[in-house]
């Protein structure tokens, strides 16, 4: 398995720089995801630690998914993956509940719900006030519209909405730019900067194509 | 947290329609029933609460029917198990949704249908009671089953012939509670619905774990 080596990660430092408050890291360690029972990716080791981001790149198949899944908890895997605070280790089943936003293709979207009313279901259950979110992804004349009638962009967006609405310090973004437009990727680009700026931390599958900043790349063989 | 999760699940579960089919059947298999069984009014008060209840916990599979589905395939699941809410408290959550959405009404037109059937006023109230008691252990085993069923296409089949059989107590003691006692089978009822209570949302969450992971 190539996993190769990243470069030296130095946190983007705009001008106003707000003050960081996350401080969790990621830790995996010689990490092998199972799908169906059958480990799709081995010997995946990278440390992520505050404002870091990491690019998971590789052809159909070997094992993207499942390594952000793992991370999340949601997958089997072998291999060891931690979590720590300034503090020290952190309960993976604590930090899994509170600071870590999976983003996904499906979004755990209700087709039936209004863009508007997942919204203020995803507020309540992040204990979060949803604000101008809708307004922010640009999704404001959408608001009324069943999540069933979006186009798939539109669902894209809505999924972003989610990583504005609750401040969590650990972001999977499986696919992120699929179905984005020019002006969407832009959004999570921005996006991603500012949260990797307040400490955060990013883990994002994609194919080819363009990469953020100062993002390290670990490339997937094909399984 | 448990309130916005309460709202959602019962706006998908009222704008799914399923609680309207499940109460449409409901009442027309009930009233259609004197038809096939005839004019004989002592045979259909005896049969009444009979009736109520089979035709209760067939068309209950219809009201309860794709609880977890769509949250399976699109990831609305594994938001639920990133967040701080227990699953076993989120699945109760649904259950719940579900039991207001498809058995309330029920409950509520069931006096009136056990009337036409020619209960007397006291039978008619015992016979709700029992629906009462006895429907949120049904809508907990069909949350149930319906989660362990979730990743399997038409899993409605699965649902019949899995839930039918856990139903059996209610089948018994339901009926029992509009007749001469009701006080032993409406404590039986209630107990049954205590023990779903216990056990289920624990093995709903447990199936949803073992399929989405």
Sequence with gaps: ???????????????????????????????APLRAGRVVAEGITFTLGPGEALLLRGPNGSG????????????????????????????PSEVRACDVHLLAPGEGLADRLSAQET?????????ADAGDVLARV??????????????????????????????RALWLLDEPLSGL????????????????????????????????????????AAA | MTRSLFLRELRLRLRGGGWAASLGLFVL?????PLGLGRDEALLRAAGP????????????????????????????DLLRLSSLPLPVSMLVKMAAGWVSACLPLVLVSPVLLFAFGATPMQGA??????????????????????????????????????????????VFGPAAAGEAPGAPLLLLGAFSLQALAICPFVAAGAIRAQTT
């Design chain 1, 1 to 31: 398995m190539a996993a190769r080596p990243g470069f030296p990660i130095t946190a983007p430092e705009p001008p106003d720089a707000p003050a960081l408050t996350y401080d969790l890291s990621l830790t995996c360690d010689d990490v």
């Design chain 1, 64 to 91: 993207k998914t499942s390594v952000l899944r793992a991370v999340a908890g949601l997958a089997r895997c072998d291999g060891r993956i931690g979590f720590a605070r300034a503090g020290g280790a952190a309960d």
């Design chain 1, 119 to 127: 919204v203020s279901f995803w507020a309540g259950l992040y204990r």
């Design chain 1, 138 to 167: 640009g999704l404001v004349s959408a608001a009324q519209t069943a999540v069933g009638r979006l186009s798939t962009g539109q669902r894209r967006r809505l999924g972003l909405a989610r990583l504005l609405l609750s401040p």
């Design chain 1, 181 to 220: 437009d020019d002006e969407g990727r832009d959004l999570l680009w921005r996006t991603v900067q500012a949260h990797r700026a307040r400490g955060g931390l990013a883990v994002m599958a994609t194919h080819e194509g363009d990469s953020p900043p100062h993002a390290r790349t670990l490339r997937l």
């Design chain 2, 29 to 33: 298999a009930c009233a259609l029933a």
């Design chain 2, 50 to 77: 009979g009736l109520l209840w089979l035709t209760a916990s067939l068309s209950l599979l219809l009201g309860l029917d794709g609880q977890h589905e769509e949250d399976v395939r699109a990831g609305g699941l």
């Design chain 2, 126 to 171: 015992a016979g709700a009671l029992g629906l009462l008691l006895g429907t949120p252990a049904l809508a907990l085993l069909a949350g149930t089953i319906g989660a362990l069923c979730a990743g399997v296409r038409r899993g409605t089949g699965l649902l019949v012939f899995l839930a039918l059989p856990l139903f059996v107590p209610c089948l």
